[in-house]
């Protein structure tokens, strides 16, 4: 049995790995590579099989970076099966859909993305299901909602697929399963080099209560999938605690309102269980343009959530370019701001944006930036996943900058795990 590295290995994004099976070829995550425009290029390099080769995709979350080749691999041919959890389908669904649109150069299609939903095929948690003469099972990881850990087992081996690993504080998502026991484990290592610092509510709340008490509008980037629920969570739950600092809060996505539903629909999946629904109920959206006009007009108090996460495209460019002239207006952007974004730019003291027009204009009001939203597993977390059950497994790290590779290398070496490995794009292993 072979592994062969391909996605996800020089580049944090992208994800994509193939298995030969006892019954032919699984990829296991099909992403695209994101990012700077030379990153984005791997996107149009041929694969190293036919699709013809490819039988089955497993695919561990809907992140983009994980999912968002789907379609692509539909459209060249592929007529296979591809598996996920439940929840991971409907996500999927919203951010396939809106990649599509993106995507004006014809790379995919909203119909190669309908015939990819349909060749879908949903196991739960812990469900064992055949696999090309295999079997594979998932398991939570955390991360996002339906996040998941694959475990295959074949030819009397175990190999285990961490995906994206959540972390064990997770605001709204129960701690992860740690890794079963196998004898091969290829494991992401986005944090692999950094333990977290910072308090997730602490800095929400500390914002929250500024935009109250001084009626300032306060406006956040948020991806619309997983972040966005995050954030509309945490704000109801302080809300209920303080409801002497309630503002008004608008969401400004309509991506963001269906993945909503998506959380609300698999709430059991959550720690809130059913208080999800009416955290998630409890904001003004944006649906038509009158809504939008009167709400250009007001200060504050008054928050609003809106995409993109990283300030590049979406909404949230008529908000900036709407307040742009209140020095007292915040931006807050929670979490990591990907280089060559405009939200990098902002973090790092420069000030011009694209209005929704196209024309530069300076934001004059605050910007406060988060580290501490993360829906990955840091340092300590990937290593008490890993340590639990498995002293002699041989691992493969994926996913993360060189730097953080070698440090979760270094660690995962002074914990007794000797065989790790830093795979190239290209490079394939015998099992
Ligand atoms: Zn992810």
């Given at each position: 049995?072979?592994?062969?590295?391909?996605?996800?290995?020089?580049?944090?994004?992208?994800?994509?790995?193939?298995?030969?099976?006892?019954?032919?070829?699984?990829?296991?995550?099909?992403?695209?590579?994101?990012?700077?425009?030379?990153?984005?290029?791997?996107?149009?390099?041929?694969?190293?099989?036919?699709?013809?080769?490819?039988?089955?995709?497993?695919?561990?979350?809907?992140?983009?970076?994980?999912?968002?080749?789907?379609?692509?691999?539909?459209?060249?041919?592929?007529?296979?099966?591809?598996?996920?959890?439940?929840?991971?389908?409907?996500?999927?669904?919203?951010?396939?859909?809106?990649?599509?649109?993106?995507?004006?150069?014809?790379?995919?299609?909203?119909?190669?993305?309908?015939?990819?939903?349909?060749?879908?095929?949903?196991?739960?948690?812990?469900?064992?299901?055949?696999?090309?003469?295999?079997?594979?099972?998932?398991?939570?990881?955390?991360?996002?909602?339906?996040?998941?850990?694959?475990?295959?087992?074949?030819?009397?081996?175990?190999?285990?697929?961490?995906?994206?690993?959540?972390?064990?504080?997770?605001?709204?998502?129960?701690?992860?399963?740690?890794?079963?026991?196998?004898?091969?484990?290829?494991?992401?290592?986005?944090?692999?080099?950094?333990?977290?610092?910072?308090?997730?509510?602490?800095?929400?709340?500390?914002?929250?209560?500024?935009?109250?008490?001084?009626?300032?509008?306060?406006?956040?980037?948020?991806?619309?999938?997983?972040?966005?629920?995050?954030?509309?969570?945490?704000?109801?739950?302080?809300?209920?605690?303080?409801?002497?600092?309630?503002?008004?809060?608008?969401?400004?996505?309509p991506m963001m309102k269906e993945a909503n539903k998506v959380y609300q629909q698999y709430a059991h999946l959550t720690k809130f269980k059913e208080d999800l629904y009416s955290a998630l109920d409890d904001v003004d959206s944006i649906d038509f343009q009158k809504e939008w006009t009167s709400l250009s007009h007001k200060s504050g108090p008054l928050i609003i959530l809106s995409s993109s996460g990283m300030l590049s495209g979406g909404r949230i460019a008529r908000h900036l370019y709407n307040w742009r002239e209140d020095k007292r207006a915040i931006l807050f952007l929670p979490g990591y701001q990907g280089v060559g974004t405009p939200g990098r730019s902002m973090q790092e003291g420069k000030r011009q944006l694209l209005s929704p027009t196209g024309e530069i204009f300076e934001w004059t009001g605050e910007v406060l930036s988060s580290e501490a939203f993360s829906s990955h597993a840091d340092q300590n977390g990937l290593l008490n996943w890993i340590e639990t059950n498995n002293k002699d497994s041989k691992v493969f790290l994926l996913h993360g900058e060189p730097s953080s590779k070698v440090a979760l290398q270094n660690k995962l070496k002074e914990t007794g795990l000797n065989q790790v490995e830093l795979p190239s794009r290209g490079s394939s292993f015998a099992l």
């Open positions: 049995m072979n592994i062969h590295f391909w996605g996800a290995t020089v580049e944090v994004t992208g994800s994509m790995t193939f298995l030969d099976l006892p019954d032919g070829l699984v990829m296991i995550d099909c992403g695209l590579a994101q990012g700077l425009p030379e990153v984005e290029k791997i996107n149009l390099m041929p694969l190293p099989y036919p699709v013809s080769e490819i039988k089955a995709v497993i695919i561990t979350h809907a992140h983009l970076d994980h999912s968002g080749y789907l379609p692509r691999l539909v459209k060249k041919g592929f007529r296979g099966t591809i598996f996920c959890t439940p929840a991971t389908a409907k996500l999927m669904r919203i951010i396939l859909l809106d990649s599509a649109k993106l995507n004006e150069d014809g790379f995919y299609e909203v119909e190669d993305v309908e015939q990819t939903l349909h060749q879908v095929k949903t196991h739960e948690w812990d469900e064992k299901f055949d696999i090309l003469g295999a079997w594979a099972s998932f398991f939570p990881a955390g991360h996002i909602l339906g996040a998941s850990s694959v475990l295959i087992k074949s030819q009397g081996k175990r190999i285990v697929f961490s995906g994206d690993l959540g972390r064990n504080d997770d605001p709204i998502l129960p701690p992860l399963a740690p890794c079963p026991k196998a004898d091969i484990v290829i494991m992401e290592s986005t944090y692999g080099g950094k333990v977290r610092s910072g308090n997730l509510e602490q800095e929400l709340h500390s914002f929250l209560v500024k935009v109250a008490r001084e009626s300032r509008v306060g406006i956040i980037a948020s991806f619309a999938v997983a972040r966005g629920q995050t954030l509309l969570t945490l704000i109801h739950d302080f809300y209920e605690r303080h409801p002497e600092e309630k503002v008004r809060v608008v969401m400004d996505s």
